[in-house]
């Protein structure tokens, strides 16, 4: 019998990172459960940790590349396959310049350090300005609004959770989601911690969502109007001489324009349109600024809608106003061991952030962090050059990304993606999107990956360091998905396809190593010193050593490097303590202060007073998230797709009398464009449920697992409906370009 071994992991299937204890005999799971001793979830673990087997074991999870020939996929070697893509690609890019070729990155890839670090050497090879991401279809408003703040796209300030009296949650469930930019598993331990100490839980929300079922108080709100209650508690906060800005006083500018902006955004005005009543709106105000330690968070649902940057800016005016930024129990700003560009550099002032460097070809959207709206990229494939210009995307890479069924009007794209020249996915399965593509490149199983989180130690609750390695070897013929990346790379740059993979990383790292700066003798030390290292590992070696804990390469003896991390894993990784205040050294705007007022924001706000008076439509719908779901990728996996049936409509009981449905009806919802030139339609079954806000539906995000030539056997057994074919691609967030998901009018009828 072979011997049980333990190791020690970190999940890669949502935002909490949590801590994972696997055991393991041969090459068989025995068991995964949370590591009590892990630094930031002291054992917490939900359904999709253990989902991890499924993962590792699903007979669809693709093994080999797939190329498809006579239009379907077949097996092939990696060397047919990088043939195959160089014979392809080359000419396109030949004929039709860089921008002919686009490509698109999906949130799994937030989680795999080779994906996240290696991505943009395939973007810059490749030289082209359609570069898309799963960013626009979730967080850029709340990334763009703290750029602007506070001067970088990662400056994210994080309720105080384990310290604050008053935590209110807006558009956001972390019960479920256990924080969504802002890592913080175990919510539901955290909040009745917070109500233990006497503090309160106030959660406002179209929905009575898992988070409001703990909360103290609840209070519905009507859809794409969180701007206005928001400015109405700003207003508030000015009326009453309620602003006291704390410790930060000495590093906020923009005060006069904030309060002359504001002024139209009376509770009152804005009472009908949010349905939350003037007094409600100034308690809630007063809240804030009388409780000494209270925190303003808010999420997918301030962010997913037309106002999206501009709500998710006044939720850090209100902290800011309140005095409860970079205050203890406030909200604070993490300290990352590795990565962090707000750690780097000359401390408390730096570029800031730009938008609109560049503009999408059909469309005229602004380019954002370095990438366009992803609901452009279906006309940027189907609009001919004679009509728009230069640089029709002819020919696409999808890494980790199902935009089919994430982005809106996916049914759309599906068709545009089929007149593609060429198209490539970096991607597990043959799925809604991927089943497009000509080639098909696979990664290895999470369980065969080395593992450490760039982006989420930037939005923790506390600060940590924590790395993990393989528990399986991979397939001799296996590549990871960094040397896959350099390989593609390799091929657009003209090296071939034949290029080594390892000895392009170390041309690579050479130059990123120069780039930095220092002393010859110190990048010849450097490079001896990770020679041990591949890939991903190295480049993670050098940041921690770097970073504000790491050694130095041997000055701070105490400090962080790779090895002390990994040694740690058994141990729950290493505790970097609780968020502290770091203005103004986190700041990199180039005033070197939090800029309350960014003329583009003051600019806006008069887009949303114009629209205060403006009617609403009677019926709208919301997505929603489930714990056993991810966005569309892990429908596929037994443990997660069992029990009730998830992809349901919630229906409030007063709407249902009206559309005359009843709890388990088919209905079909239509919605109509901007334009009225088009209707789109879905069918869905009903859930009555006392939880939705009257006119409020609800479907969950992702779904749609019905589409031929994808090979997800276990999603196809309930499908359910796909929200985003509803949905129009030209509604967007104008600022950020992110899409509007949230508060879409549809009408209802029985199918």
């Given at each position: 019998?072979?011997?049980?071994?333990?190791?020690?992991?970190i999940?890669?299937?949502?935002?909490?990172?949590?801590?994972?204890?696997?055991?393991?005999?041969?090459?068989?799971?025995?068991?995964?459960r949370?590591?009590?001793?892990?630094?930031?979830?002291?054992?917490?673990?939900c359904?999709?940790?253990?989902?991890?087997?499924?993962?590792?074991?699903?007979?669809?999870?693709?093994?080999?590349?797939?190329?498809?020939?006579?239009?379907?996929?077949?097996?092939?070697?990696?060397?047919?396959?990088?043939?195959e893509?160089?014979?392809?690609?080359?000419?396109?890019?030949?004929?039709?310049?860089?921008?002919?070729?686009?490509?698109?990155?999906?949130?799994?890839?937030?989680?795999?350090?080779?994906?996240?670090?290696?991505?943009?050497k395939?973007?810059?090879?490749?030289g082209?300005?359609?570069?898309?991401?799963?960013?626009?279809?979730?967080?850029?408003?709340?990334?763009?609004?703290?750029?602007?703040?506070?001067?970088h796209?990662?400056?994210i300030a994080?309720?105080?959770?384990?310290?604050?009296?008053?935590?209110?949650?807006?558009?956001?469930?972390?019960?479920?989601?256990?924080?969504s930019m802002?890592?913080?598993?175990?919510?539901?331990?955290k909040?009745?911690?917070?109500?233990?100490?006497?503090?309160?839980?106030?959660?406002?929300?179209?929905?009575?969502?898992?988070?409001?079922?703990?909360?103290d108080?609840?209070?519905?709100?009507?859809?794409?109007?969180?701007?206005?209650?928001?400015?109405?508690?700003?207003?508030?906060?000015?009326?009453?001489?309620?602003?006291?800005?704390?410790?930060?006083?000495?590093?906020?500018?923009?005060?006069?324009?904030?309060?002359?902006?504001?002024?139209?955004?009376?509770?009152?005005?804005?009472?009908?349109?949010?349905?939350?009543?003037?007094?409600?709106?100034?308690?809630?105000?007063?809240?804030?600024?009388?409780?000494?330690?209270?925190?303003?968070?808010?999420?997918?649902?301030?962010?997913?809608?037309?106002?999206?940057?501009?709500?998710?800016?006044?939720?850090?005016v209100?902290?800011?106003?309140?005095g409860?930024?970079?205050?203890?129990?406030?909200?604070?700003?993490?300290?990352?061991?590795?990565?962090?560009?707000?750690?780097?550099?000359k401390?408390?002032?730096?570029k800031?952030?730009?938008?609109?460097?560049?503009?999408s070809?059909?469309?005229?959207?602004p380019?954002?962090?370095?990438?366009?709206?992803?609901?452009?990229?279906?006309?940027?494939?189907?609009?001919?050059?004679?009509?728009?210009?230069?640089?029709?995307?002819?020919?696409?890479?999808?890494?980790?990304?199902?935009?089919?069924?994430s982005?809106?009007?996916?049914?759309?794209?599906?068709?545009?993606?089929d007149?593609?020249?060429?198209?490539?996915?970096?991607?597990?399965?043959?799925n809604?999107?991927?089943?497009?593509?000509?080639?098909?490149?696979?990664?290895?199983?999470?369980?065969?990956?080395?593992?450490?989180d760039?982006?989420?130690?930037?939005?923790?609750?506390r600060?940590?360091?924590r790395?993990?390695?393989?528990?399986?070897?991979?397939?001799?013929?296996q590549?990871?998905?960094?040397?896959?990346?350099?390989?593609?790379?390799a091929?657009?740059k003209?090296?071939?396809?034949?290029?080594?993979?390892?000895?392009?990383?170390d041309?690579?790292f050479?130059?990123?190593?120069?780039?930095?700066?220092?002393?010859?003798?110190?990048?010849?030390?450097?490079?001896?010193a990770t020679?041990?290292?591949?890939?991903?590992?190295?480049?993670?070696?050098?940041?921690?050593r770097?970073?504000?804990?790491?050694?130095?390469?041997?000055?701070?003896?105490?400090?962080l490097?790779?090895?002390?991390?990994?040694?740690?894993?058994?141990q729950?990784?290493?505790?970097?303590?609780?968020?502290?205040?770091?203005?103004?050294?986190?700041?990199?705007?180039?005033s070197?202060?939090?800029?309350?007022?960014?003329?583009?924001?003051?600019?806006?706000?008069?887009?949303?007073?114009?629209?205060?008076?403006?009617?609403?439509?009677?019926?709208?719908?919301?997505?929603r998230?489930?714990?056993?779901s991810?966005?569309?990728?892990?429908?596929?996996?037994?443990?997660?797709?069992?029990?009730?049936?998830?992809?349901t409509l919630?229906?409030?009981?007063?709407?249902?009398?009206?559309?005359?449905?009843?709890?388990g009806?088919?209905?079909?919802?239509?919605?109509?464009?901007?334009?009225?030139?088009?209707q789109?339609?879905?069918q869905?079954?009903?859930q009555?449920?006392?939880?939705?806000?009257?006119g409020?539906?609800?479907?969950?995000?992702?779904?749609?697992?019905?589409?031929?030539?994808?090979?997800l056997?276990v999603?196809?057994?309930?499908?359910?409906?796909?929200?985003?074919?509803?949905?129009d691609?030209?509604l967007?967030?104008?600022?950020?370009?992110?899409?509007?998901?949230?508060g879409?009018?549809?009408t209802?009828?029985?199918?």
């Open positions: 019998m072979t011997d049980t071994t333990t190791h020690h992991r999940c890669p299937l949502c935002e909490a990172c949590c801590g994972l204890e696997i055991k393991v005999q041969g090459t068989q799971i025995i068991s995964i949370g590591h009590e001793a892990d630094v930031l979830s002291a054992g917490y673990i359904p999709k940790a253990v989902s991890l087997k499924d993962l590792h074991e699903d007979p669809d999870r693709l093994r080999t590349p797939m190329i498809k020939r006579n239009g379907v996929h077949e097996p092939a070697t990696w060397d047919q396959a990088f043939t893509i160089e014979k392809r690609l080359l000419p396109i890019r030949a004929q039709h310049g860089n921008h002919s070729v686009g490509v698109t990155v999906g949130n799994p890839s937030a989680h795999k350090i080779g994906l996240l670090t290696y991505f943009g395939l973007a810059r090879a490749l082209t300005k359609n570069v898309f991401s799963a960013s626009t279809l979730d967080q850029m408003p709340k990334q763009l609004a703290s750029g602007l703040m506070f001067g796209w990662l400056s994080l309720p105080d959770i384990e310290r604050t009296d008053l935590l209110i949650v807006l558009g956001a469930n972390p019960l479920v989601s256990n924080g802002w890592t913080v598993p175990d919510f539901r331990g909040a009745k911690a917070l109500r233990a100490r006497g503090g309160e839980l106030i959660v406002i929300d179209p929905r009575r969502t898992e988070t409001a079922a703990v909360a108080v609840h209070h519905f709100i009507r859809p794409n109007s969180d701007v206005f209650l928001l400015a109405a508690m700003v207003h508030t906060l000015f009326a009453e001489n309620l602003v006291k800005l704390g410790g930060v006083a000495e590093w906020v500018q923009g005060m006069d324009e904030l309060r002359d902006a504001i002024t139209p955004f009376t509770p009152e005005v804005c009472a009908t349109r949010c349905q939350i009543d003037a007094e409600t709106i100034r308690s809630l105000a007063r809240k804030m600024a009388n409780t000494p330690r209270a925190a303003l968070y808010a999420r997918i649902g301030t962010c997913t809608q037309e106002y999206g940057t501009l709500a998710s800016w006044l939720v850090d209100i902290n800011t106003l309140t409860h930024l970079d205050q203890e129990g406030g909200v604070l700003f993490a300290k990352s061991a590795a990565f962090a560009s707000n750690t780097l550099g401390p408390g002032m730096g800031g952030v730009s938008t609109g460097r560049h503009h070809r059909v469309s005229h959207a380019e954002v962090y370095g990438e366009l709206p992803i609901s452009c990229l279906a006309e940027e494939i189907e609009t001919p050059e004679e009509t728009a210009g230069m640089g029709q995307i002819r020919a696409l890479f999808t890494v980790a990304s199902n935009p089919v069924l982005s809106p009007d996916g049914p759309r794209l599906a068709r545009a993606l007149k593609l020249d060429f198209m490539v996915s970096m991607d597990i399965y043959l809604e999107t991927s089943r497009h593509a000509d080639v098909i490149l696979p990664g290895p199983s999470p369980l065969e990956d080395f593992h450490y760039v982006a989420f130690p930037q939005l923790s609750w600060n940590h360091a790395a993990s390695k393989p528990i399986f070897t991979p397939a001799a013929e590549y990871a998905e960094w040397q896959t990346i350099l390989k593609l790379a091929i657009v003209g090296q071939g396809a034949q290029a080594d993979a390892d000895s392009l990383d041309a690579e050479e130059q990123d190593i120069a780039r930095l700066g220092l002393p010859a003798t110190v990048v010849q030390a450097v490079i001896a020679a041990s290292l591949r890939g991903p590992q190295r480049a993670l070696d050098v940041a921690l770097f970073g504000p804990y790491g050694d130095q390469f041997g000055q701070k003896p105490d400090g490097n790779l090895a002390k991390v990994l040694a740690a894993a058994s729950g990784g290493i505790d970097l303590g609780a968020l502290q205040p770091r203005i103004p050294e986190v700041l990199r705007t180039p070197g202060k939090v800029e309350l007022s960014p003329p583009s924001l003051l600019q806006d706000l008069k887009r949303a007073e114009v629209d205060l008076h403006n009617a609403k439509a009677d019926l709208v719908i919301i997505g998230r489930d714990v056993r991810n966005n569309s990728w892990m429908h596929n996996l037994p443990v997660l797709a069992k029990g009730p049936f998830r992809c919630l229906v409030n009981q007063q709407d249902a009398s009206k559309h005359g449905v009843t709890d009806s088919m209905v079909t919802l239509r919605n109509v464009t901007q334009n009225g030139d088009e789109r339609s879905i869905a079954v009903v009555l449920s006392s939880d939705m806000m009257p409020v539906m609800s479907l969950p995000h992702g779904w749609g697992h019905d589409l031929p030539h994808s090979r056997s999603a196809a057994e309930r499908p359910g409906a796909n929200l985003n074919a509803l949905l691609s030209k967007r967030d104008p600022l950020s370009g992110n899409s509007v998901l949230g879409v009018p549809v209802m009828s029985l199918a």
